[in-house]
T-cell receptor, first 114, second 113 residues
Framework: DTGVSQDPRHKITKRGQNVTFRCDPI?????LYWYRQTLGQGPEFLTY????????KSRLLSDRFSAERPKGSFSTLEIQRTEQGDSAMYLC????????????FGSGTQLSVL | GESVGLHLPTLSVQEGDNSIINCAYS??????FIWYKQESGKGPQFIID?????DKRQGQRVTVLLNKTVKHLSLQIAATQPGDSAVYFC????????????FGRGTSLIVHP
């Protein structure tokens, strides 16, 4: 399967702990996105990479959030000092110049902060 | 606030009926619109898209209509099947070099056998 993969699928953590999620995009896609989704809502944009460059970050992305995409391949999203309000589904998507803004999403990482 | 929204949070239809899911957008600069389907436990899946220079686009059993005058978008699903049960999102892109779709809240489609 050559779709977008995310790891882990589920993460339960205690408040104050750090967590890291990984996303492997479709191999030829140069754009990579992170979105956050809470129950009953649409995905909210967090950040976006073009190759290894992080081009945009949402105001939703507090200083506790950091994302990287070394070498323009996989990406990681780290949340430091997690809070209960961080509980959500974290979605990764990728796209390429050929597809424009059509995003291909992974199945997400469901984070629960206790 | 959100610039993309849906009129009905839940739509229930009988199998075989046609379904229409509506979406309003407020940003007149948006030039590209996408419909996604999201099943439980999965990420959104692309269904169909349309650019602002078009009024209508058809796919397999799906049609998207765009009315720029009233900033309205709709997704029509013909002969709805139980497998179509999911949450449907419209997303808009402002263009001008921005490649970041903004999603609305979504409509839950329930298809009864």
């Amino acid at each position: 399967d050559t779709g977008v993969s995310q790891d882990p699928r589920h993460k339960i953590t205690k408040r104050g702990q750090n967590v890291t999620f990984r996303c492997d995009p479709i191999s030829e896609h140069n754009r990579l996105y992170w979105y956050r989704q809470t129950l009953g809502q649409g995905p909210e944009f967090l950040t976006y990479f073009q190759n290894e460059a992080q081009l945009e970050k949402s105001r939703l992305l507090s200083d506790r959030f950091s994302a990287e995409r070394p070498k323009g391949s996989f990406s990681t999203l780290e949340i430091q000092r997690t809070e209960q309000g961080d509980s959500a589904m974290y979605l990764c998507a990728s796209s390429s110049d050929g597809f424009g803004e059509k995003l291909f999403f992974g199945s997400g990482t469901q984070l629960s902060v206790l | 606030g959100e610039s993309v929204g849906l009129h009905l949070p839940t739509l229930s239809v009988q199998e075989g009926d046609n379904s229409i899911i509506n979406c309003a957008y407020s940003n007149s600069a948006s030039d590209y619109f996408i419909w996604y389907k999201q099943e439980s436990g999965k990420g959104p899946q692309f269904i169909i898209d349309i650019r602002s220079n078009m009024d209508k686009r058809q796919g397999q059993r799906v049609t998207v209509l765009l009315n720029k005058t009233v900033k309205h978008l709709s997704l029509q699903i013909a002969a709805t099947q139980p497998g179509d049960s999911a949450v449907y999102f419209c997303a808009e892109n402002i263009g001008g070099g921005s490649y970041i779709p903004t999603f609305g809240r979504g409509t839950s489609l329930i298809v009864h056998p």
